[in-house]
């Protein structure tokens, strides 16, 4: 069965969808622009590729998208541009999960479906109660005003959080916190936490794109992984 790709064209998606293509997973991806995306990838016979965008789809579109999908990726975020930071849509994110969500519950699915969010180490995960120094709280407090995307990133996760808190949804996730992002050109050694070992801001870590697509690739075709971090907000370091 299928799994759908949101955010495929950014740094980070076009591996996810690279590395699921390199497993033998059928992959449906939805961009704004198809030429955003590698030419190899566009080539792929097992990418089916859409050309729209998420949250100006009709809910018929979406529903479409998602039924049979056995898993939904989101590497969704926002272009650091002036106009992608505070301009339109400032929930780019939040209501893009919400609508998936939502479509993926009006197909009734038999067994529930994946959902894997990138987010991010500085979101705190307050349900496992993440300590935070009184410093990191003043500067997550201004980001979350004066950055809305940081603001995204949180709502997003906490949707996931309070709406799919138990199991036996139509809808089981996780939400995967790379610390500051960095390129590599090949996956490395890399260590998952339940919550951070270090301070993403003042003693932040370095993950590379390609491991976190590498981990998230692995939360969808290893169950047993799925089962250990579902629910949860692991943090990747690279090693």
């Known amino acids: 069965m299928p799994i759908l790709v949101v955010g495929a064209s950014g740094a980070t998606g076009r591996l996810v969808v690279e590395q699921l293509l390199n497993e033998g997973e059928e992959v449906k991806v939805i961009v ?83 959902i894997v969010l990138m987010n991010t180490t500085g979101n705190r995960n307050k349900k496992a109660a993440e300590k ?16 809305p995307p940081h603001a995204d990133n949180e709502q997003a996760a906490a949707y996931l959080q309070t709406r799919y808190e138990t199991t036996g949804n139509a809808v089981e996730w996780v939400a995967v916190r790379p610390d500051s992002l ?16 270090r301070d993403p801001i003042f003693n932040s870590g370095k993950t590379s794109r390609i491991n976190v697509a590498g981990f998230m690739k692995e939360l969808i075709v290893d169950d047993t992984l799925w089962v250990k971090w579902r629910g949860q907000m692991p943090v990747i370091y690279n090693c």
């Open 32 to 114: 704004r622009s198809t030429p955003s995306l590698p030419q190899h990838l566009i080539d792929h016979a097992k990418l089916t590729v859409t050309e729209a965008s998420l949250l100006e789809m009709t809910d018929a579109e979406l529903l479409a998208q998602v039924q049979g999908c056995d898993a939904i990726v989101s590497c969704l975020g926002h272009n650091l541009t002036f106009k992608g930071i505070f301009g339109h849509p400032g929930r780019l994110v939040t209501d893009s999960v919400r609508r998936l969500c939502g479509a993926v519950e009006k197909t009734e699915p038999a067994q529930p479906v994946k």
């Open 132 to 147: 935070i120094t009184l410093g990191h709280r003043i500067v997550v407090t201004m980001l979350r005003y004066l950055l």
């Open 182 to 197: 960095i390129n590599a050109e090949a996956l490395g050694m890399y260590e998952v936490f339940a919550s951070p070992i």
